[in-house]
């Protein structure tokens, strides 16, 4: 099946899509051997565009993005220390996973990142729209998560659902490993796309499709792997 979706209220399938796919896809972008890891400003922007739009005109009454099934396929997080110590969400989105991830744990500092942020403040069910996360010492930085330059800083990172909508996902993936400190937890889950046709599927807000081969070997780096269930881990540095 073809699909092709322009906008988050212009999705088509069938003979419609394949139309539509002849003149707008991402096949330029796709290497085989990895998949779809980095595209240029344009395309990002316009995947930028459709987040922004969905989040602030279409499904602005939303409380959370899936927090409930990320628990789910993360065992609820049990693999978690009771103290996450110094946080940073990268891709933190409109409602944070770590409003899930924080039930029953304490934390020292929270970090948020998103290039969408300041947009997201004005949202009604943002839990950070005070400035605040929970009370916590909290710092909102407004960026790509490929800008961050911070060096083991952070005890844990988070990143969940982020990496197919970055402009460069090894870039994204370097810096999560090294803004970890020594001994620190990178909770992760992302989709990865072994079986991705760039002719048979073009989605406007989800421009990355990277294979499971790429993050294979960037977890091959942490010294131990605390929980696995195939595109969910966490890892030790
Ligand atoms: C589908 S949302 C998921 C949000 C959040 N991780 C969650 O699961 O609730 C993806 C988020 O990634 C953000 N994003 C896109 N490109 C990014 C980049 N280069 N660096 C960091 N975040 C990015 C988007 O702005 C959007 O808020």
């Known amino acids: 099946m073809t699909i092709w979706v322009g906008s988050p209220e212009r999705i088509c399938t069938g003979d419609e899509a394949v139309q539509a796919i002849l003149r707008q ?6 290497n085989p051997a ?5 595209v240029d400003m344009a395309r990002w922007r316009q995947a930028q565009e459709y ?3 969905g989040w602030l005109q279409c499904w602005n009454g939303d409380t959370n993005d899936r ?25 933190c989105g409109p409602f944070t996973q770590l409003q899930r991830i924080i039930d029953g744990r304490t934390a020292t500092h929270i970090t948020l990142i998103d290039p969408l942020l300041k947009h997201y403040l004005q949202l009604r069910y943002c839990p950070y729209k005070t400035g605040k996360f929970k009370n916590l010492p909290t710092l909102l930085r407004t960026k790509m998560a490929e800008q961050i330059t911070d060096i083991e800083l952070y005890d844990t990172v988070i990143c969940i659902n982020v990496l197919e ?30 079986e991705f046709d ?15 081969t790429v993050l294979d070997n960037f977890r ?18």
């Not at 896809?25 to 796709?30: M, V």
């Not at 990320?70 to 946080?87: E, I, Q, S």
């Not at 269930?229 to 030790?236: A, G, P, V």
């Open 51 to 53: 987040e922004k739009r």
């Open 34 to 38: 990895v998949g779809v890891v980095q």
């Open 198 to 212: 760039p002719m048979k599927l073009y989605d406007v807000g989800h421009p990355i499709h990277i294979r499971r």
């Open 67 to 91: 927090c409930d099934e990320h628990a789910r396929n993360f065992m609820n997080y049990v693999a978690l220390k009771k103290d996450l110590g110094r946080v940073m969400e990268v891709g």
């Open 165 to 194: 909508h970055v402009l460069n996902a090894r870039k994204v993936l370097e810096v999560l490993w090294m803004a970890l400190k020594r001994g620190g937890t990178l909770v992760l889950g992302e989709r990865t796309y072994d």
């Open 25 to 30: 896809n991402d096949a330029c972008y796709y």
């Open 220 to 237: 091959r780096r942490f010294s131990t792997t605390l929980y696995s269930n195939n595109d969910y881990t966490i890892s030790q540095k």
